[in-house]
């Protein structure tokens, strides 16, 4: 949506908690108090983000559990700023959606990002993926080694793929619908980056049995050329296949979304922290996976906003 089309939608705040509260509870909902089921949604008079029971005449926030829960902000620069990071390709920073929004203060606005987010960190993939998958690492964000910098400049060059410093990424896309699952893997105890167990464990997680997994030469995948529990069948790209994509034996699909993220981390993020990394890979992801903005923005309405507490 742009801008206008966004006002002509929601000219007030209760255009945009009527939009929320239908698609929070587009089933109905149940009184907290007396437990009685209403298919019909009552908004109390005085306050529209208040829901009433007709039953026991309690109210009570229609908010509560959403990302929305503790805000005094209008919920209109909510879906606002939900909507900028939608349509943003390569993501929005948060100086600026402060700027977007006028909000005063950049932690506010930081905070509703991150919020947004990890809302959108919600969506569960599990046992989906299905026919063929295409798995791939990358590496992003981070400064230089402190050993390696004299007066903030790198002394060495920084070392590239992995050799690296950089914190691991591992994707797996469905072949055919295009969906990416991300996780960041950090080193496990022994301080080994991307062990087979780890990269087995991001497969387990999404896809079903008998899949079939492409994947590049990283050593760690050995562990796909044993038994596995869902019984994936491996398929190892040479360094020349990589050049003959008749075969269709490639992992171009993963690749191509690791550009994009590349893009968003270093053109707008700059650096993104080890601790927000997840977070921001996970926005990235939902974005791919969700191409049509206004089916982007209910759904993440319907899924993402519960049980994130602000
Ligand atoms: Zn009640």
């Known amino acids: ?118 809302a959108m960190g919600t969506e569960s993939h599990k046992d989906t993926f299905e026919a063929i998958v295409e798995i791939d690492e990358t590496y992003v964000g981070g400064k230089p080694r402190k050993e390696n910098t004299h007066k903030g400049k790198a002394t060495k060059k920084a070392k590239r793929g992995r050799g690296t410093n950089k914190t691991p990424v591992v994707g797996v896309v469905e072949r055919s619908s295009g969906r990416i699952h991300a996780k960041v893997a950090f080193p496990n105890k022994e301080g080994k980056k991307l062990s087979g167990k780890q990269l087995l464990s991001v497969l387990n997680e999404v896809c079903k049995k008998n899949t079939t997994v492409m994947t590049d030469q990283l050593k760690s995948y050995g562990i796909l050329d044993g038994k596995t529990d869902k019984n994936f069948y491996h398929i190892k790209i040479g360094h020349s296949a990589v050049y003959s994509l008749g075969d269709g034996k490639h992992t171009n699909t993963i690749e191509s979304c690791w550009a994009i993220l590349k893009r968003g981390v270093y053109g707008i993020y700059h650096h993104v922290s080890v601790k927000h990394l997840q977070e921001y890979v996970d926005e990235f992801c939902y974005r791919l996976n969700h191409r049509d903005v206004d089916e982007a923005l209910t759904n993440l309405l319907g899924l993402g906003i519960e049980n994130i507490a602000a």
Request: a positive charge; hydrophobic letters at 35%.
């Open 1 to 118: 949506m742009n801008h206008i089309e966004f006002f002509k939608r929601f000219p007030t705040e209760n255009d945009a908690i009527d939009f929320i509260v239908s698609t929070k509870y587009k089933n109905g909902y149940v009184c907290p108090k007396c437990g009685c089921v209403h298919h019909k949604i009552y908004h109390q008079k005085y306050n529209h983000r208040y829901l009433y029971c007709n039953n026991c005449k309690s109210e009570f926030s229609a908010l509560t559990g959403t990302i929305f829960e503790h805000t005094h902000l209008d919920l209109r620069m909510w879906l606002f700023a939900l909507n900028l990071v939608l349509i943003a390709r390569k993501g929005i920073s948060g100086l600026q959606l402060q700027r977007e929004l006028g909000m005063k203060s950049y932690k506010g606005a930081f905070r509703m990002l991150n919020l947004i987010r990890r």
